[in-house]
């Protein structure tokens, strides 16, 4: 076992385990104020304190769900490079995590799906009948 596999195994298993932890926080302990510096921060999650909170409860079950799945997925990807060159760990390490970050970014696309389903533009709850149309 080379350092270097293990310097990016340690690399690939730190963004999911990242999304882990703040998707169990944004959980349990949401920001409870709309700011510009933490949390989910996007024009709609931000418009009132209840688009806020529901933002803040879909994308932590999204990051705890699809960061486990990462985690898992990205270990066994990295045993498979044991015995393999520093430049084949390094390079397939950095795809690796290109491909994280995308995943964690995409992230946003059912987040605000579902706020546009349950929320106006300006933050107000949708009523029943108002979502099915």
């Given at each position: 076992?080379?350092?270097?596999?293990?310097?990016?195994?340690?690399?690939?298993?730190?963004?999911?385990?990242?999304?882990?932890?703040?998707?169990?926080?944004?959980?349990?302990?949401?920001?409870?104020?709309?700011?510009?510096?933490?949390?989910?921060?996007?024009?709609?999650?931000?418009?009132?304190?209840?688009?806020?909170?529901?933002?803040?409860?879909?994308?932590?079950?999204?990051?705890?769900?699809?960061?486990?799945?990462?985690?898992?997925?990205?270990?066994?990807?990295?045993?498979?490079?044991?015995?393999?060159?520093?430049?084949?760990?390094?390079?397939?390490?950095?795809?690796?995590?290109?491909?994280?970050?995308?995943v964690m970014l995409c992230s946003i696309i059912p987040t605000e799906a579902a706020l546009k389903?349950?929320?106006?533009?300006?933050?107000?709850?949708?009523?029943?009948?108002?979502?099915?149309?």
């Amino acid at each position: 076992m080379s350092g270097m596999w293990v310097f990016m195994l340690c690399m690939a298993l730190l963004l999911p385990l990242s999304m882990m932890a703040f998707g169990k926080l944004f959980l349990v302990r949401p920001p409870k104020e709309i700011n510009c510096v933490f949390g989910y921060r996007t024009r709609r999650s931000m418009s009132s304190p209840e688009a806020w909170a529901f933002a803040h409860g879909f994308c932590g079950r999204l990051w705890l769900r699809w960061g486990a799945a990462m985690l898992f997925l990205s270990a066994a990807a990295m045993l498979f490079l044991l015995g393999r060159s520093d430049d084949e760990i390094g390079t397939f390490g950095g795809v690796m995590t290109l491909a994280q970050v995308g995943v964690m970014l995409c992230s946003i696309i059912p987040t605000e799906a579902a706020l546009k389903k349950n929320f106006t533009e300006y933050g107000r709850p949708l009523r029943p009948a108002e979502k099915d149309k």
